[in-house]
Every structure is written in structure tokens, then in C-alpha cells.
């Protein structure tokens, strides 16, 4: 199995991931206006979500709306919801089973559950990662298609907005750290493999019932070596037989 370095360190990369992907989730800006309105009473900034569009003035006022719709948002938006989510569910399962495979953990059972633990967690970051980065991937390029489309109004395009970048940093975080995880499992192992990590107080108590085991069964062997060492007079020879 990987250091326990190794493991703390993908432990942190995977954490930082889920609260990056939930972020993105809720930030309001995956696209912003590439146009600034000229006008007081214009907007000078508008942001579009996968929840809610936030509109901002420039009297410093801002307003937000959200999609109450399902149906009808676009496929690429309906799509980054749900595997947004799905994304976030996962990773959180997946920091579940990584504080049992972690090395530096007590709980979890022995080695070889441990290493179960371990490889499942490190799936479930895979599988997040990938989740988050597809609705990033196409997202951007939605945005990006519609701005460079001509017949598209200058005041309809925009451009990628911060929460697209958090969403793509996220899926690298989740992605490397679910790598490490399932390195981790792999290679040829030595050793006893169900060895079960015990409080110092119970190993100290299974060492002693150990021990009195030991001795019963020396105890054991010591009695019935001492009922046969004596022989039976009767089949012993003796001198008085042959005067």
C-alpha cells in the first residue's frame, strides 16, 4: 500500500475537490456578457448559472432569477445539473470510505479491508471527477460556439464564466487524488493481510490471553507427561521373580 503521506495528501486533493465542485455548483457565473452597456440605466454585467441569471447595473444594483423550469432549459444545461450533483454526491461518498482506508485510521477493519476501502473511495473520486469535468467540457463549449456565432447579437454572447474554471480544477483534484487511492491497491504485498489495528489497551489485553493460553497447554502437556512416566510394577521386571 501507498505511505500514509501519500494517502493524507490524495485525502486533501479529493476534499478540496468536493468543495470545489459544490461551489461551482451554486456560483451563479458559468457565463458572463463579453458587452459593457453604455447607458446608466443598462445592465452592465449579466450572469448566467445553472440555477439562476443575476443581472448587475451599473447604479450598483443587482437582481437575480431563477429557473423554476426544468423542461425548458437546454440539454447541456439539464445535463450539468444533474451530473453536477451526481458529482458531488459521489465525492462525499468517497470521502466516507477514504477515512476508512486510510493508513493512519484505526477504524476499518484490517489491512485487506482496508485496501477495499481504499480502492472503492478511489472509484468513486474517478467517477466524480469525470462527472464534473463533462458538464465543464461542454458548457464551455456551448458558450464558446455561441460567441463566435455571426448571427448571434453582440448583446447576447457570452464567455466562461469563474465558475467553469472552478468546475475544471475541481475535476483535476478529484481525478488525481481517485488515482492515487487505486495506486495505493495495486502491487504485490507481503505480510500478514488481516492484521486488525487494535487500541494499545486491547492489544495489551490479547497479548495476555495469549499468553495464558500458552501456559494452559504447557500445563497440559506437563501432566500428562508426569502420569506416564512411572512404570506399572506389574509389567516391570523385578529380581524377586528369579530367586
Known sequence: MASTGTQIFAFVLALLGILGATVATLLPNWKVSADVGSNIITAISQMQGLWMDCTWYSTGMFSCTLKYSVLALPAYLQTARTT???????????????????????????????????????????????????????????????????????????????????????????????????????????GPQDLILLPPDKLLLQQQQQ??????????????????????????YSLQDYV
Open 211 to 236: 499468553l495464558l493460553q500458552q501456559q494452559q497447554q504447557q500445563d497440559q502437556l506437563q501432566h500428562q507427561y508426569c502420569s506416564l512416566s512411572p512404570l506399572d510394577n506389574k509389567t516391570g
Open 84 to 190: 453536477m450533483v451526481l458529482s458531488c454526491v459521489l465525492a462525499a461518498l468517497g470521502l466516507c470510505l477514504a477515512s476508512l482506508g486510510l493508513k493512519c485510521t484505526r477504524w476499518g477493519g484490517g489491512r485487506r479491508a482496508k485496501r477495499h476501502a481504499a480502492m472503492a473511495a478511489g472509484t468513486c473520486f474517478l467517477a466524480s471527477g469525470f462527472l464534473c469535468l463533462v458538464p465543464a467540457s461542454w458548457y464551455t463549449n456551448e458558450v464558446i460556439v455561441s460567441f463566435l456565432d455571426a448571427n448571434v447579437p453582440e448583446s447576447n454572447k457570452f464567455e466562461p464564466g469563474g465558475a467553469v474554471y472552478v468546475a475544471f480544477v475541481s475535476s483535476g483534484f478529484l481525478l488525481v487524488g481517485g488515482s492515487i487511492f487505486c495506486l495505493s491497491c495495486s502491487g504485490k504485498r507481503h
